[in-house]
T-cell receptor, first 113, second 113 residues
Framework: KAGVTQTPRYLIKTRGQQVTLSCSPI?????VSWYQQTPGQGLQFLFE???????NKGNFPGRFSGRQFSNSRSEMNVSTLELGDSALYLC????????????FGSGTRLTVV | AQSVTQLDSHVSVSEGTPVLLRCNYS??????LFWYVQHPNKGLQLLLK??????LVKGINGFEAEFKKSETSFHLTKPSAHMSDAAEYFC???????????FGAGTRLTVKP
C-alpha cells in the first residue's frame, strides 16, 4: 500500500515568487492536512481538507491556500514568498474520523532566497 | 480548546536503559492522543494512539504509553533504548473528527552508546 507522496522533495524559490506543493494521500483517505515545520515555531497546522472542502484552518495569512481534488489529492499554494516561509511542509492523510491517526509524507523542503 | 505540553525538550539516555518522554494534555472532552516520531529529514511516523479503549497502549518498535486521566498525562516509555531510537518525538492531541490536531513542541531523544 503506497504511503503519502509529496512532490517535489526540495524546492528553491526567490522572494516574491509563488509555489505549489502537491500531496497524494493514501488510497481511501479523504482527509488531507498540511503543516509547516520550522526550527523556531515547530509544527504548525495550516489547513485540513476533507472531501474537497476545507474543514479547518490554522492561523496563517491568506498567502497560504490549498485545495483538494475529487481523487483526494491536495495542493498547497504560497504566493508572494517571503524568506520566513522557508520550512519543511508536511502533508498528512487520514480517514478523517475520530481516533484515526494521520500518516505523514516525507515533506517538501522549501527554501526561499 | 485542547493542547499538549511536552515537559522535556531534550532527553538523553544510554543505550539499553529505559526511555521516558513526558506529555501532559488539556482537553475539554475525551481526547484522542498520539505519539509520532520524526527522524532527521523525514516525515512523521505514527508510533501509537489512544482512543478511549485500553489505557495502556502498545506501539511499534517496543514503545508504549499509558493514558492517565487523573494526571492528564500520556507519557511514552520504552524498556531499553536502541541507537536507532534517536529522533524527535511529538505528542499530539486531536478532537472530534480529527480536524484539530495539536502538536507538542517535541522532545529530542539522544541515545548514547
Amino acid at each position: 500500500k503506497a504511503g503519502v507522496t509529496q512532490t517535489p522533495r526540495y524546492l528553491i524559490k526567490t522572494r516574491g515568487q509563488q509555489v505549489t506543493l502537491s500531496c497524494s494521500p493514501i488510497s481511501g483517505h479523504r482527509s488531507v492536512s498540511w503543516y509547516q515545520q520550522t526550527p523556531g515555531q515547530g509544527l504548525q497546522f495550516l489547513f485540513e481538507y476533507f472531501s474537497e472542502t476545507q474543514r479547518n484552518k490554522g492561523n496563517f495569512p491568506g498567502r497560504f491556500s490549498g485545495r483538494q481534488f475529487s481523487n483526494s489529492r491536495s495542493e498547497m499554494n504560497v504566493s508572494t514568498l517571503e524568506l520566513g516561509d522557508s520550512a519543511l511542509y508536511l502533508c498528512a492523510s487520514s480517514l478523517g474520523v475520530e481516533g484515526h491517526g494521520y500518516t505523514f509524507g516525507s515533506g517538501t523542503r522549501l527554501t526561499v532566497v | 480548546a485542547q493542547s499538549v505540553t511536552q515537559l522535556d525538550s531534550h532527553v538523553s539516555v544510554s543505550e539499553g536503559t529505559p526511555v521516558l518522554l513526558r506529555c501532559n494534555y488539556s482537553s475539554s472532552y475525551s481526547p484522542s492522543l498520539f505519539w509520532y516520531v520524526q527522524h532527521p529529514n523525514k516525515g512523521l511516523q505514527l508510533l501509537l494512539k489512544y482512543t478511549s479503549a485500553a489505557t495502556l497502549v502498545k506501539g511499534i518498535n517496543g514503545f508504549e504509553a499509558e493514558f492517565k486521566k487523573s494526571e492528564t498525562s500520556f507519557h511514552l516509555t520504552k524498556p531499553s533504548a536502541h541507537m536507532s531510537d534517536a529522533a524527535e518525538y511529538f505528542c499530539v492531541v486531536s478532537g472530534f473528527n480529527n480536524n484539530d490536531m495539536r502538536f507538542g513542541a517535541g522532545t529530542r531523544l539522544t541515545v548514547k552508546p
